[in-house]
């Protein structure tokens, strides 16, 4: 990665180090920031991964954290996203960026219930949901893996 905002991905605050004075002191922390195409990029694939799950018209898919629960014959699942949650990408100093939730997505089902005496109804539930994860490089590209 870059230094000093030279990187398309990640940016720092250029510093500014004295070296060959035995007095000074010879260092500088950089303190790394995604750049607006890093974190547009892992936006975008965080939308990819939510539409994934609602594509799964499954009350509660497997790794997808919008999610509810009902008893019954549960048909026809029909998920929106109401508002996406808002994230924030973290530094692990470990070379890949955690995902976090700062306020959680709202997302509204509608699907069908058969009960166990026969009866069907129609039923509708909103829930709230988080996204948590990591984002690492793969070669030049960062990657999503979700982690809720």
Do not use: H
């Not at 905002?5 to 510093?15: E, F, S, V, Y």
């Not at 890949?96 to 026969?118: F, L, M, P, Q």
């Not at 829930?127 to 999503?144: A, S």
């Amino acid at each position: 990665m870059g230094t000093g905002g030279d990187d398309a991905w990640l940016t720092a605050k250029p510093q500014t180090v004295q070296v060959g004075v035995v007095d000074a002191d010879a260092s500088a922390q950089l303190t790394l920031e995604p750049t607006e195409k890093f974190t547009a990029s892992v936006d975008k694939q965080i939308a990819d991964y939510l539409a994934d799950c609602v594509a799964k018209k499954e009350l509660s898919a497997d790794d997808c954290p919008i999610s509810a629960y009902d008893y019954g014959t549960i048909t026809d699942v029909v998920w929106t996203i109401d508002e996406p949650a808002v994230t924030t990408l973290n530094d692990s100093y470990t070379g890949e960026w955690n995902v976090s939730t700062d306020e959680r997505g709202t997302a509204t089902v509608k699907y069908t219930n058969t009960d166990y005496r026969g009866e069907v109804l129609q039923e509708t539930e909103s829930v709230q949901f988080y996204i948590n994860g990591t984002v690492t490089f793969k070669g030049d590209t960062p990657v999503f893996t979700e982690g809720y």
